[in-house]
Each structure stands twice: as C-alpha cells, then as structure tokens.
C-alpha cells in the first residue's frame, strides 16, 4: 500500500500536461475564432502597408540618385 501511495503523490509529470493541456485551450480558441483573427490580422497589415506606400512613394519625373562604388 506504500508504494501506491508514494506513486499517487507524485506530481513529476504535472508541468508537462499543464502545458499541452493550455496549449489545446489555445488551439481551440484559435479554430474557433479564426475568422475573427484573420479579419483583424488582415485590416492591420492593410494598416501598416498602406501607410508605408505612401511614405515610400517618389514623385514622377523625379530621378532618384545612386550610389555608386569606385570610379
């Protein structure tokens, strides 16, 4: 009866499950609101790149100096 005792008080292996049992919490939030992630993921980089086309944007007739190495 000790040794069954001694193996139930033993937590070991308890960090491990904690882990992949958040990890499975995750990965359900994440299939079940998928459409909602890729819809914000999406309006963001709309966001980000959108603005950077315009702060990158050179004006026409405009020749844009290079940088040339030696001679």
């Known amino acids: 009866m000790g040794k069954l ?3 139930m ?3 070991d292996g308890l960090g491990t499950v904690e882990i992949v049992i958040i990890i499975a919490v995750l ?3 994440a299939l079940i ?3 909602q992630i890729y819809s914000f ?3 963001v980089f709309e966001r980000i790149f959108g603005e950077a086309g315009n702060v990158i944007s050179v004006p026409s007739g405009t020749d844009i100096p290079r940088n040339t190495i030696g001679p």
């Open 9 to 11: 008080k033993k937590e």
């Open 27 to 29: 990965v359900g939030l």
């Open 5 to 7: 005792s001694k193996l």
């Open 33 to 35: 609101f998928r459409n």
């Open 41 to 43: 993921v999406n309006q």
